[in-house]
């Protein structure tokens, strides 16, 4: 039965990716995409709400520069194009001309401007740590805009993305509250679609942008955000044909394997790669065995990562190696010790550290089923080689105030890597990102100079090249100490029907996917 | 007047309750571990205390406890039951929102459960100790038994996915139609299993009481008399026995209305019935104060309105009756 | 004593009651003994029908995990948490109604207001609010059940006291001097110990299906298999694998059936006058 379910998976996303070569017809004008939203998101203004949903319904609203494709190549979108100087400091960009807002006022430089200076460095902390690295941003004229850096800053081009620097417009924004303006429930952008009403624990709904820049896009005349609270409910409407795409993570993995089987139902786990998120299990480095970087090897020895990539994830992302997830760059196969499963030299380090049989407390990520039932296979591997377990079962806020507390020995996490090792992956290891009361930074207390340096290189060395080396050292150093178990790079699949074509196309995927989309 | 007076007394009672709820709520909740800031600010992605601590002074979750309870109770007052965060919408809306759905699901169940209940058990009570009236029984045992969430994920299976004759999920189809008929029709095939399911229990433990009263009010004495005096068993059974064996069930409606809440939770969480059942277990989940304790002050001010009415119902059937309390 | 064992055994439907919840607990202790591994183990393929094969008659879960050895071993957390709860619950009420329905008015008035106040709380909700607050464990699961469950002790024990209170060999027992705890402890509790006895049976029953309510919504021990937790683990998958649900509810509903009938048993056996109604 798994066999076969595998094959279907495959033959899928065989399918989903011939979805992304434009067919011979041509695409189909008009239509409406019927579209599920997990959870209902508190806004849909980029610049104001980052969370996932959020950025999933915003980013065919609000653009930013560029767009990435699924290799993380940039490619113009309000910048038509693009200049670097030859010592990495200055970004020059030329924008599209006759660009207008959803409100009709034209789009200009001094929007670019507000956006990135104003806007985004008050509101998005994420945007507002990159943007340190700035030195003056200019506009010397209306369709031209000069960032000029401090020090060489190697991951800056990858700012342009539409969730991290999503252009907002001066003219509504300027000299107001930004959180509390009124326009941020009825958002202007300057994207393919336009907002046209937001019915609360319904729907959202945006309709085409006629005056859309890009001539003949969009092809799709509205699209239909609808909120279901109910993981079952939500595959019930897909399968009877109410919803037409689900976005990655929208049902449970386990139904993602019995959806992906239902008739006209196309898969496929692209759409990921510049957020890589991935997996991995926390070890609280400042007290105890998990400060032994013996224990640390013996408990990724003992992990079987296989094991819960196909019953747990479908067979969907990849099986993690190390501290780079698979889409990130600068990621070097070659520099890493790898941990692959094998109880026997986990029992071995165990029995070489001295291990007492110490309880380990492992206060799991409580996002969900998937989550739980991987802890508790964790949890079994770990006790087939003798380490006794101690799941903790929490809620959200409880978790994130222990891991802000420090009060664990091992967690199961993810996050994303923004493609970058600068803006994704550097904040779990260097030790100046150990703060407690957050939850969302260093938690492990990893702390070596070495690392420190290494990633501090890494981030402002100039050209890639050099960038490369910094990686590859950093890559060796943290496998070598087993800082953290890598569980698994994940892909959350995008499930459609078969006749919704040209959806996934970029990096970020669902998020600013229906430029192109149209349904056959 | 005296009924005036009596439901006055009692309003005055419930609203006590309501608010010793209220307060204990709100200590038993902040008690808890977990910062609502940072789940806030997990949602949004932020990653600095700077941005965590400008969470708290908007929230006002950086008062003193006692000055958050004071603003919770005089909001409260003025029937202002605070702002959810986490949703951006104020709580009252949000409840309000929810409520019909709930009212409509218990309010279902209950009728369900009451009518089915008490017809079965008087059915049985007619019948004692013959085969119907074993059987009637031994279903109402098995029911009684039965966990609540197993038997609506087992009705789910049956009548949804096997048989497919009724929507196991949601209040109504998503891209709902204009037409009211159609949809009072829709919502209506959605209300079946959840409101049956719900109901079941409350079935079981009327068909037990109402059974057994009867049997009891049988042998009582102005049973007998009637009996002497050559009224017919159907007569007896109709005027006298049921009427008086409707006590103890009023009485039962009262106390249930409470459990029927906390069924609603399990219910609503199976069936993705839209509630405030549903809504309460995602605002305890999220840490969402305001919410959670809006829903239970909602919840807890519907059971005293329901004990008051049954109160009042009580001395309808039987003026004898002091209800003192 | 032996006219109640003759009553009770008289009772065809509640020695088969009986025999079932004896059933039981046999298969709780020896759970250790036929399923030596843990519930927790991954032993075979994931979602591996029943009946497929002999050393995984019941099937595997979404892990691969025995149903057969989980069914087993939440038999021992389902009784362990029912009685516990009930002790609890027996240990609030039962204090509190004593002290209610022998001192009497103010101090009645006061402890049955505060037990009207806990019954006014819907209880399932406040289990729940309870269990989260202090996160789910099997002391946390037992403490919010034991809260929940004592009202109706506390008012059934009042009501009783307060019959023997105005009985003469309580009277006697005052003029002999002896202090209220003695009387109440000594002379009046062991004679109000058989309808006590009937509502922490049915007590029992009530709290394995309150923990398995709190188990299904995720709100159980972690560490502990329960049959809450399987139905619970099992829900999203009910289309595909209806075994993995379906058998911990069945073993749920016999156990508390059972329980059931062995507590109506008992009632009707203590309980000389509603026996002769019998004949």
Same mark, same amino acid.
């Given at each position: 039965?798994?066999?076969?379910?595998?094959?279907?998976?495959?033959?899928?996303?065989?399918?989903?990716?011939?979805?992304?070569?434009?067919? %011979?017809?041509?695409?189909?004008?008009?239509?409406?995409?019927?579209?599920?939203?997990?959870?209902?998101?508190?806004?849909?203004?980029?610049?104001?709400?980052?969370?996932?949903?959020?950025?999933?319904?915003?980013?065919?609203?609000?653009?930013?520069?560029?767009?990435?494709?699924?290799?993380?190549?940039?490619?113009?979108?309000?910048?038509?194009?693009?200049?670097?100087?030859?010592?990495?400091?200055?970004?020059?960009?030329?924008?599209?001309?006759?660009?207008?807002?959803?409100?009709?006022?034209?789009?200009?430089?001094?929007?670019?401007?507000?956006?990135?200076?104003?806007?985004?460095?008050?509101?998005?902390?994420?945007?507002?740590?990159?943007?340190?690295?700035?030195?003056?941003?200019?506009?010397?004229?209306?369709?031209?805009?000069?960032?000029?850096?401090?020090?060489?800053?190697?991951?800056?081009?990858?700012?342009?993305?539409?969730?991290?620097?999503?252009?907002?417009?001066?003219?509504?924004?300027?000299?107001?509250?930004?959180?509390?303006?009124?326009?941020?429930?009825?958002?202007?952008?300057?994207?393919?679609?336009?907002?046209?009403?937001?019915?609360?624990?319904?729907?959202?709904?945006?309709?085409?942008?006629?005056?859309?820049?890009?001539?003949?896009?969009?092809?799709?005349?509205?699209?239909?955000?609808?909120?279901?609270?109910?993981?079952?409910?939500?595959?019930?409407?897909?399968?009877?044909?109410?919803?037409?795409? %689900?976005?990655?993570?929208?049902?449970?993995?386990?139904?993602?394997?019995? %959806?992906?089987?239902?008739?006209?139902?196309?898969?496929?786990?692209?759409?990921?790669?510049?957020?890589?998120?991935?997996?991995?299990?926390?070890?609280?480095?400042?007290?105890?065995?998990?400060?032994?970087?013996?224990?640390?090897?013996?408990?990724?020895?003992?992990?079987?990562?296989?094991?819960?990539?196909?019953?747990?994830?479908?067979?969907?992302?990849?099986?993690?190696?190390?501290?780079?997830?698979?889409?990130?760059?600068?990621?070097?196969?070659?520099?890493?010790?790898?941990?692959?499963?094998?109880?026997?030299?986990?029992?071995?380090?165990?029995?070489?550290?001295?291990?007492?049989?110490?309880?380990?407390?492992?206060?799991?990520?409580?996002?969900?089923?998937?989550?739980?039932?991987?802890?508790?296979?964790?949890?079994?591997?770990?006790?087939?080689?003798?380490?006794?377990?101690?799941?903790?079962?929490?809620?959200?806020?409880?978790?994130?105030?222990?891991?802000?507390?420090?009060?664990?020995?091992?967690?199961?996490?993810?996050?994303?890597?923004?493609?970058?090792?600068?803006?994704?992956?550097?904040?779990?290891?260097?030790?100046?990102?150990?703060?407690?009361?957050?939850?969302?930074?260093?938690?492990?207390?990893?702390?070596?100079?070495?690392?420190?340096?290494?990633?501090?290189?890494?981030?402002?060395?100039?050209?890639?090249?050099?960038?490369?080396?910094?990686?590859?050292?950093?890559?060796?150093?943290?496998?070598?100490?087993?800082?953290?178990?890598?569980?698994?790079?994940?892909?959350?699949?995008?499930?459609?029907?078969?006749?919704?074509?040209?959806?996934?196309?970029?990096?970020?995927?669902?998020?600013?996917?229906?430029?192109?989309?149209?349904?056959? | $007047?005296?009924?005036?007076?009596?439901?006055?007394?009692?309003?005055?009672?419930?609203?006590?309750?309501?608010?010793?709820?209220?307060?204990?709520?709100?200590?038993?909740?902040?008690?808890? !571990?977990?910062? !609502?800031?940072?789940? $806030?600010?997990?949602?949004?992605?932020?990653?600095?205390?700077?941005?965590?601590?400008?969470?708290?002074?908007?929230?006002?979750?950086?008062? !003193?406890? $006692?000055?958050?309870?004071?603003?919770?109770?005089?909001?409260?007052?003025?029937?202002?039951?605070?702002?959810?965060?986490?949703?951006?919408?104020?709580?009252?809306?949000?409840? $309000?929102?929810?409520?019909?759905?709930?009212? /409509?699901?218990?309010?279902?169940?209950?009728?369900?459960?009451?009518? /089915?209940?008490?017809?079965?058990?008087?059915?049985?009570?007619?019948?004692?100790?013959? !085969?119907?009236?074993?059987?009637?029984?031994?279903i109402s045992l098995i029911f009684y038994a039965t966990p609540l969430f197993w038997m609506a994920l087992m009705s789910v299976l049956v009548f949804s996915v096997w048989l497919d004759w009724l929507p196991g999920f949601g209040f109504e189809e998503v891209g709902n139609t204009d037409n009211v008929f159609e949809r009072v029709l829709d919502v209506s095939r959605h209300l079946v299993l959840p409101a049956v399911t719900l109901g079941l229990f409350f079935t079981a433990v009327y068909v037990r009481m109402t059974r057994s009263s009867m049997i009891e009010t049988a042998r009582m004495d102005f049973v007998k008399t009637a009996r002497a005096k050559g009224l017919t068993e159907g007569v007896i059974l109709r005027r006298h026995v049921l009427r008086n064996a409707v006590l103890p069930v009023v009485t039962l409606a009262g106390l249930q209305a409470g459990q029927m809440v906390g069924g609603a939770v399990m219910t609503e969480t199976v069936f993705a019935w839209p509630g405030i059942g549903r809504l309460m277990y995602e605002a305890l989940l999220q840490r969402d104060y305001n919410l959670l304790l809006g829903v239970f002050l909602v919840s807890a001010a519907m059971v005293v309105v329901f004990n008051i009415l049954t109160d009042w119902v009580y001395r309808?059937?039987?003026?004898?009756?002091?209800?003192?309390? | 004593?032996?006219?109640?064992?003759?009553?009770?055994?008289?009772?065809?439907?509640?020695?088969?009651?009986?025999?079932?919840?004896?059933?039981?607990?046999?298969?709780?202790?020896?759970?250790?003994?036929?399923?030596?591994?843990?519930?927790?183990?991954?032993?075979?393929?994931? *979602?591996?029908?029943?009946?497929?094969?002999?050393?995984?008659?019941?099937?595997?879960?979404?892990?691969?995990?025995?149903?057969?050895?989980?069914?087993?071993?939440?038999?021992?957390?389902?009784?362990?948490?029912?009685?516990?709860?009930?002790?609890?619950?027996?240990?609030?009420?039962?204090?509190?109604?004593?002290?209610?329905?022998?001192?009497?008015?103010?101090?009645?008035?006061?402890?049955?207001?505060?037990?009207?106040?806990?019954?006014?709380?819907?209880?399932?909700?406040?289990?729940?609010?309870?269990?989260?607050? *202090?996160?789910?464990?099997?002391?946390?699961?037992?403490?919010?059940?034991?809260?929940?469950?004592?009202?109706?002790?506390?008012?059934?024990?009042?009501?009783?006291?307060?019959?023997?209170?105005?009985?003469?060999?309580?009277?006697?027992?005052?003029?002999?001097?002896?202090?209220?705890?003695?009387?109440?402890?000594?002379?009046?509790?062991?004679?109000?110990?058989?309808?006590?006895?009937?509502?922490?049976?049915?007590?029992?029953?009530?709290?394995?299906?309150?923990?398995?309510?709190?188990?299904?919504?995720?709100?159980?021990?972690?560490?502990?298999?329960?049959?809450?937790?399987?139905?619970?683990?099992?829900?999203?998958?009910?289309?595909?694998?209806?075994?993995?649900?379906? *058998?911990?509810?069945?073993?749920?509903?016999?156990?508390?059936?059972?329980?059931?009938?062995?507590?109506?048993?008992?009632?009707?056996?203590?309980?000389?006058?509603?026996?002769?109604?019998?004949?």
């Open positions: 039965m798994k066999a076969k379910l595998l094959g279907t998976l495959a033959t899928s996303l065989v399918l989903a990716a011939s979805v992304a070569v434009p067919a %011979l017809a041509g695409p189909k004008e008009g239509g409406r995409a019927n579209v599920v939203i997990q959870p209902e998101p508190p806004g849909i203004m980029t610049g104001i709400v980052q969370n996932a949903p959020a950025q999933m319904v915003g980013g065919n609203i609000f653009e930013s520069l560029l767009r990435f494709d699924t290799e993380l190549k940039p490619h113009p979108q309000l910048a038509t194009s693009w200049e670097i100087s030859p010592d990495g400091l200055t970004y020059t960009f030329k924008l599209h001309p006759g660009v207008k807002w959803h409100d009709g006022k034209p789009f200009t430089s001094a929007d670019v401007v507000f956006s990135a200076d104003k806007f985004l460095r008050e509101t998005n902390p994420r945007t507002r740590a990159s943007l340190a690295h700035v030195e003056t941003i200019t506009a010397p004229d209306d369709l031209t805009v000069v960032f000029k850096l401090k020090e060489t800053f190697g991951p800056f081009i990858r700012m342009f993305e539409a969730g991290t620097l999503p252009m907002v417009p001066k003219h509504i924004y300027e000299g107001t509250d930004f959180k509390t303006n009124p326009a941020n429930n009825t958002p202007i952008g300057t994207g393919p679609f336009k907002f046209a009403e937001w019915v609360k624990g319904s729907h959202i709904r945006l309709v085409k942008n006629p005056d859309y820049y890009e001539k003949g896009l969009p092809h799709l005349d509205e699209i239909y955000w609808h909120v279901i609270p109910d993981a079952a409910a939500r595959s019930v409407a897909f399968e009877t044909g109410k919803i037409d795409i %689900l976005p990655g993570g929208s049902v449970e993995n386990f139904d993602v394997a019995r %959806l992906a089987k239902t008739k006209n139902a196309c898969i496929t786990d692209k759409g990921w790669e510049f957020f890589a998120p991935q997996a991995w299990l926390w070890f609280n480095h400042r007290q105890g065995v998990t400060a032994d970087a013996r224990f640390r090897k013996a408990v990724s020895y003992a992990i079987d990562r296989k094991f819960a990539h196909e019953a747990l994830w479908n067979g969907m992302g990849k099986v993690s190696t190390g501290p780079f997830a698979d889409s990130t760059a600068f990621r070097d196969e070659s520099a890493l010790v790898k941990y692959d499963y094998d109880p026997a030299k986990a029992k071995a380090l165990l029995k070489e550290m001295g291990y007492k049989g110490e309880v380990i407390r492992f206060p799991y990520m409580p996002y969900g089923e998937t989550w739980q039932r991987w802890a508790e296979a964790i949890k079994q591997n770990l006790e087939d080689v003798g380490i006794k377990v101690e799941l903790i079962a929490t809620d959200v806020a409880g978790w994130n105030k222990k891991m802000g507390d420090w009060d664990f020995d091992i967690s199961t996490t993810y996050l994303y890597q923004y493609g970058d090792p600068a803006l994704g992956v550097s904040r779990a290891y260097v030790s100046t990102n150990i703060a407690k009361g957050s939850p969302f930074n260093n938690v492990g207390g990893y702390a070596n100079p070495e690392v420190d340096k290494l990633f501090a290189e890494g981030a402002t060395a100039f050209p890639d090249s050099a960038r490369q080396k910094a990686y590859s050292a950093v890559q060796k150093k943290l496998s070598e100490d087993a800082v953290y178990a890598w569980l698994i790079d994940l892909k959350f699949p995008t499930i459609t029907h078969c006749n919704v074509k040209n959806l996934i196309t970029t990096g970020i995927g669902v998020n600013d996917g229906f430029k192109e989309a149209w349904i056959e | $007047m005296q009924t005036l007076w009596f439901l006055s007394s009692r309003l005055v009672k419930g609203i006590l309750v309501v608010l010793a709820i209220v307060v204990l709520d709100f200590f038993l909740i902040h008690f808890a !571990p977990g910062d !609502p800031a940072a789940v $806030m600010a997990g949602e949004s992605g932020a990653t600095d205390e700077i941005f965590l601590q400008q969470l708290r002074v908007k929230f006002g979750l950086d008062q !003193p406890l $006692m000055t958050q309870l004071g603003l919770y109770l005089w909001g409260v007052v003025r029937l202002d039951l605070g702002y959810s965060y986490r949703q951006q919408m104020p709580v009252l809306d949000l409840v $309000m929102d929810r409520l019909p759905a709930t009212l /409509i699901l218990t309010g279902a169940a209950f009728v369900f459960s009451l009518v /089915i209940g008490v017809a079965a058990g008087a059915w049985a009570a007619a019948n004692k100790d013959r !085969p119907l009236d074993r059987a009637i029984t031994t309808l059937v039987d003026p004898r009756i002091e209800v003192a309390r | 004593m032996t006219g109640f064992w003759s009553r009770f055994r008289r009772r065809r439907i509640a020695m088969i009651g009986l025999i079932v919840v004896a059933l039981v607990v046999a298969v709780a202790i020896a759970a250790p003994y036929l399923y030596p591994q843990s519930p927790w183990k991954m032993v075979q393929r994931p *979602f591996l029908p029943p009946f497929a094969n002999a050393l995984v008659p019941l099937g595997t879960d979404t892990l691969g995990r025995n149903v057969a050895s989980g069914l087993a071993h939440g038999a021992q957390v389902s009784l362990l948490i029912g009685i516990v709860s009930t002790l609890v619950a027996l240990a609030v009420g039962v204090p509190i109604g004593a002290i209610a329905g022998y001192f009497g008015g103010i101090v009645d008035d006061v402890l049955m207001r505060f037990t009207e106040f806990f019954q006014t709380v819907p209880s399932f909700a406040l289990a729940i609010v309870l269990v989260a607050i *202090f996160q789910p464990s099997l002391t946390s699961v037992i403490a919010a059940i034991g809260v929940v469950g004592w009202p109706p002790v506390a008012r059934l024990v009042r009501g009783e006291v307060l019959a023997q209170r105005r009985r003469e060999y309580v009277e006697a027992a005052i003029l002999a001097g002896q202090s209220n705890f003695t009387i109440i402890t000594r002379q009046i509790l062991p004679n109000v110990v058989s309808p006590i006895v009937v509502l922490a049976s049915l007590m029992v029953a009530t709290a394995i299906l309150l923990e398995s309510s709190l188990s299904f919504l995720g709100l159980g021990d972690p560490s502990v298999m329960s049959w809450g937790y399987m139905i619970g683990a099992a829900r999203t998958v009910v289309r595909q694998a209806w075994w993995l649900s379906f *058998f911990p509810g069945v073993a749920i509903l016999i156990t508390v059936l059972a329980i059931n009938l062995v507590g109506e048993g008992l009632a009707e056996a203590l309980d000389p006058r509603s026996s002769r109604d019998h004949h």
